[in-house]
C-alpha cells in the first residue's frame, strides 16, 4: 500500500501541470523550488506562536487596564487571532506535504504538537485525508467538495453562513463532530460530513478509550496551556484562546475555503479546478497565512514549500500559465453572484 506522502505525488502525476511547468521552467528551476529549510519553516512557526502571543498579551492588557475601550479592542485581536490559528492549521497542512522543515522527523513532530494539537487536527489523518483531495481536485471523489458545494449562493445566503461562523454556531458544531470523530462514532474529515463508522460490537468504554488516544495530543497540550495560565493567574488568556477558535477562526477557515476552490470548473485540471487569489496585508493576516493564496502553484506542484510559492507564481505569470488572480473581495462577489 503507498503511503500518505506517496499518494500526493500519485495525484500529482496524473495531471498535465508538472509536464508542462517542467517544460517551461526548467528541471533546475523546479528542483530548486523544492528544496525545504528547517531554518524558514522552524522562524514560521515560532513567528505564529510570538504573533499570538502578542494579541493575547493585548486582549489581556485591554481588559485588565482599559474599561471605554476594552471591548472594540478584544474584539479586534480574536478576529486577527482567529487568522493566527488558521496560520497553525496551514502549518499542519505543510507538515502534511512534509514540506515544513527538511529534517521528516522533526517536520512530524513540529506539526503533531505545536500547530495540529492547538487546533484540534491530527497530522496522520489529515495528511491522509488531503492526499485524496489531492488526487481526485474537482472531481465527484473530491472529500474537500462539501467545502464548497452550493456555490454560487445567494448574498443573504453567504451573510448568514458568517453569521452563524461569528456568532459560535459552526465552531460549536465542529468541535462536536471533532470529538465524535475521534470517538470513532463518525469517520474522520475536514468538512463536516457525518458519516457513520459502523463499530456494531462496541460499547460506550470503546468509544471513551478511542476518544482519549485520538485526541490526547491536544488534550495533553490545552492541559498544559490553561495550567500555565492558571498558575500565573491568567485563565482569561486561555478563555480569549478558545473564544478565537469558536467565533473568528471558522470566519477564516470559510472565506479561505471559498477563495480556493468554490466557483471552479468541475474538472481534473488543477489549473482550472482551482484558484490562485491576491492577499494584501489584512487578507494575509486574516484568510492566507503562510502564503497559502498561492494555491494554483500549490497543487501545480504539491512538493515546493510555502515559503516558495511567491516565487513560482511570479515564474509561471511571466510564462502565462495562470491567469491573473482576483482579489479576496471580488471572489466574495462571485460567490455571492446567484439569484
Request: glycine share 6%; with cysteine; hydrophobic share 45%.
Amino acid at each position: 500500500m503507498k503511503q500518505p506522502h506517496d499518494l500526493f505525488e500519485t495525484g500529482l502525476l496524473r495531471e498535465s501541470a508538472r509536464e508542462r511547468l517542467t517544460a517551461e521552467l526548467g528541471s533546475d528551476t523546479i528542483q530548486r523550488l523544492q528544496q525545504r529549510s528547517n531554518i524558514r519553516g522552524g522562524w514560521a512557526v515560532i513567528s505564529c506562536w510570538l504573533s499570538i502571543g502578542l494579541l493575547l498579551a493585548c486582549s489581556w492588557f485591554a481588559i485588565d487596564l482599559l474599561s471605554y475601550w476594552a471591548i472594540p479592542i478584544v474584539l479586534l485581536c480574536l478576529l486577527f487571532l482567529g487568522g493566527r490559528i488558521l496560520a497553525l492549521a496551514i502549518l499542519t497542512h505543510e507538515g502534511a506535504h512534509r514540506t515544513l522543515l527538511a529534517n521528516s522527523k522533526w517536520n512530524d513532530l513540529i506539526s503533531h504538537w505545536l500547530c495540529a494539537a492547538p487546533v484540534y487536527l491530527d497530522l496522520a489523518k489529515y495528511r491522509y485525508h488531503h492526499a485524496q483531495h489531492h488526487i481526485h481536485t474537482g472531481t465527484e471523489k473530491d472529500v474537500d467538495l462539501p467545502l464548497i458545494e452550493g456555490f454560487p449562493t445567494t448574498r443573504p445566503s453567504l451573510m448568514r453562513k458568517f453569521i452563524r461562523d461569528l456568532t459560535g454556531q459552526t465552531g460549536v458544531k465542529s468541535l462536536i463532530g471533532l470529538c465524535l470523530m475521534n470517538a470513532e462514532f463518525i469517520r474522520w474529515n475536514v468538512t463536516g460530513v457525518v458519516d457513520k463508522v459502523n463499530h456494531a460490537d462496541w460499547h460506550w468504554y470503546h468509544h471513551l478509550r478511542a476518544f482519549f488516544v485520538n485526541s490526547r495530543r491536544t488534550l495533553l497540550f490545552h492541559a498544559g496551556f490553561f495550567a500555565i495560565c492558571f498558575s500565573l493567574n491568567l485563565t482569561v488568556v486561555f478563555a480569549l484562546w478558545w473564544a478565537a477558535y469558536f467565533f473568528t477562526y471558522p470566519f477564516c477557515i470559510r472565506v479561505r475555503a471559498i477563495a480556493e476552490h468554490a466557483v471552479t470548473e468541475r474538472t481534473g485540471d488543477m489549473l482550472r479546478n482551482t484558484r490562485t487569489t491576491q492577499a494584501g496585508l489584512l487578507a494575509r493576516a486574516l484568510f492566507a497565512p503562510c502564503h497559502v493564496n498561492f494555491h494554483i502553484e500549490h497543487h501545480a506542484l504539491v512538493s515546493v514549500p510555502f515559503w516558495q510559492l511567491p516565487e513560482l507564481h511570479k515564474l509561471m505569470q511571466e510564462k502565462n500559465i495562470t491567469p491573473p488572480p482576483p482579489s479576496y473581495w471580488q471572489v466574495l462577489k462571485l460567490a455571492a453572484s446567484a439569484r
